[in-house]
């Protein structure tokens, strides 16, 4: 489950440009990388003018799948991941990249290459690597699991300790009686009958 | 009775509101009932305008019992869509020109209640309560007539159900007469598009309805679907063979279009003319692609959309559900830890009472032994008397030795 790269495209002009991307090929060979990144841009830029503002679509074509997200201010966020990749995570990764390209960039003459720049990209892809890092909901699910399973282990101990209570009990009752006898039998002593 | 002094002063107000109108006012403003009492020239127009409304009024509300009637007809050929079409139309645009009728009237009386002196208060009284009436009278009907909608509604999608059944069966026969009849390329195309759509309509038409129905957030990614619905539908009509089938598609894209409208819940023409702006350049639209695509491909293309839309809001929602009902097994987990706790805690108690009991026991106890312990070392006398007694044996045995 891997992330390939990460573009944000602006799609109100035909045909569609790019403004900021960011790529993680290392799994390629080294010489394939660039030809492979040439690829992706232009997928990214061909499927993020066929989408409509509004609209999230997610486009397998080889062995890669592009999740796009494309909103009304004319930008459209792109993620090409691999086929494995939960769409779900992709379009809140979208969401958030987006949200925050726009309120950084809300005029529409800075988007170019040159003038916007944006280096959480960069840390957005290395951390969305692991979906269940990057994702909110999933590391909620995660910790919940976690929770779930040392709440399971200290069931566990109460158990043992309930066990170990029986025999407390047990042997404080025994203990019990044995003194009760211990006491009658002194007492006895000090009663009359000293040589029989 | 004697009633000329009434007809005297009817005569008087006529001759004086005569001088105030045109001539052509009078005649159907001699009936209204708001004209009693003292009659000022404004008062005089003003009843003049409520008495047309309230016309206007009665006519409208006959129009809906007509329109009502026509709808709650349970005939499965003899709809007449057509008129009831025109019908919704009139009635809708007589609505919206009443509200805006009674609206300036209301902003008439304002005006004259702003600068009213006493000898007019009754009046100006008299007349907001007719302003008042004549806006329950117009949300009556407007009510009747929404409710004459949602019987159209239902109607028409049971015919649709009752329709899809019959022609399905019949549906291998249409499919063979069709390529038979073919005219040309467009039409070739037709009965497989007809098949195809007549197998998704049900959920393509339930689906822009369902849409349209939700709040009106919702409206806005459903609203392009109106357009891309006639087209199918637009395809039965050219077919002459389904000519029965069309007049119920047409029906179906208008149904749609008011859905839209009445869960916006304004009463405007404007979305209608819209709607309907949108169906015929959706028309013009399809017979543009007909070469190149069909309109089962777009169907198809805009069903896909919907879907994965849906689909990823549907994720997330299951996510979000799976996360709710992990929390509510981690509540239950809790729960049973508590009640374990609970449990031991009666388990400590009686070990709490054991470990006293055996404190007691032992402390007597230990006081049984001093005491003895005392007895014994403070006691000579005893101790004398029982040597004394050995050495008496011990004299016996060695003197018998």
Redesign the interface.
């Given at each position: 489950m891997k992330i390939y790269a990460i573009y944000v495209v602006r799609n109100n002009i035909k045909p569609a440009k790019a403004i900021v991307d960011v790529k993680d090929l290392a799994s390629f060979g080294f010489f394939q990388r660039s030809s492979i990144g040439e690829f992706m841009t232009f997928m990214s830029q061909t499927i993020a003018e066929k989408t409509q503002p509004?609209?999230?679509?997610?486009i397998e074509e080889s062995n890669y799948v592009g999740h796009v997200y494309a909103r009304a201010e004319g930008v459209a966020g792109v993620v090409i991941t691999d086929k494995e990749y939960?769409?779900?995570v992709a379009?809140?990764l979208l969401n958030k990249i987006l949200d925050e390209f726009t309120t950084r960039f809300p005029n529409n003459q800075l988007w170019t290459p040159e003038q916007c720049s944006y280096p959480e990209l960069q840390q957005y892809i290395v951390t969305y690597q692991d979906p269940k890092q990057g994702d909110t909901?999933?590391k909620?699910?995660r910790e919940?699991?976690e929770?779930?399973i040392i709440?399971?282990k200290?069931?566990e101990s109460?158990?043992e300790?309930?066990e170990k209570?029986?025999s407390?009990?047990e042997r404080?009752?025994v203990?019990?009686s044995q003194?009760?006898m211990?006491?009658k039998?002194?007492?006895k002593?000090?009663s009359c009958c000293?040589i029989c | 009775m004697d009633r000329t002094a009434e007809f005297k002063a009817a005569v008087n107000s006529l001759v004086n509101r005569g001088h105030i109108q045109t001539r052509h006012q009078p005649n159907y403003s001699s009936n209204h009932p708001a004209r009693r009492g003292k009659e000022a020239a404004a008062y005089a127009d003003f009843s003049r305008l409520a008495s047309a409304i309230g016309k206007e009024i009665i006519e409208t509300s006959t129009k809906l019992d007509k329109l009502t009637k026509l709808v709650k007809r349970k005939a499965l050929f003899d709809d007449r869509p057509v008129e009831i079409s025109e019908l919704t139309y009139v009635i809708k645009q007589d609505l919206s020109r009443l509200n805006g009728q009674i609206l300036a009237l209301q902003q008439h009386v304002r005006a004259n209640a702003a600068k009213a002196n006493r000898s007019t208060r009754q009046m100006d009284e008299h007349s907001t309560n007719l302003v008042i009436i004549l806006q329950s009278k117009l949300a009556n009907t407007s009510m009747g007539f929404k409710e004459a909608l949602e019987i159209r509604t239902e109607s028409v999608q049971a015919t649709k159900k009752r329709h899809d059944h019959l022609l399905q069966s019949s549906q291998v026969q249409t499919g063979a007469i069709g390529p038979g009849q073919g005219q040309g390329q467009g039409q070739g195309h037709s009965p497989k598009a007809q098949s195809q759509s007549l197998a998704l309509p049900p959920s393509s038409i339930l689906s822009p309805l369902r849409n349209t129905t939700r709040s009106p957030i919702g409206l806005v990614p459903t609203t392009p679907t109106p357009s891309q619905l006639p087209n199918p539908y637009s395809n039965h009509s050219n077919i002459p063979q389904s000519g029965r089938s069309s007049p119920y598609m047409q029906q179906q894209s208008s149904v749609p279009s008011h859905q839209q409208q009445y869960s916006n819940g304004s009463s405007d023409i404007d979305p209608y003319s819209s709607s309907v702006h949108r169906r015929k350049g959706g028309r013009s639209e399809y017979e543009d692609d007909n070469e190149s695509a069909g309109p089962a491909s777009m169907l198809f293309q805009q069903q896909q959309q919907q879907q994965q839309a849906e689909q990823y809001v549907q994720n997330r929602s299951t996510a979000i559900e799976a996360v709710e009902s992990t929390l509510q097994e981690l509540g239950g987990i809790f729960q049973q830890l508590a009640q374990m706790v609970a449990e031991q805690r009666d388990t400590v108690q009686r070990i709490e009472a054991n470990a006293e009991d055996i404190e007691l026991n032992i402390n007597e106890a230990q006081n049984q032994l001093l005491r003895y312990y005392r007895n014994i070392s403070s006691d000579r006398w005893l101790m004398i008397k029982v040597f004394l007694t050995i050495i008496f044996v011990f004299l016996v045995m060695s003197l018998v030795g």
């Open positions: 509004g609209q999230r679509q997610s939960p769409p779900r379009f809140s909901i999933m909620v699910q919940l699991d929770t779930k709440l399971h200290t069931i109460v158990l300790r309930g209570m029986e407390l009990v404080s009752d203990l019990s003194s009760k211990f006491y039998t002194a007492k002593q000090n000293v | -």
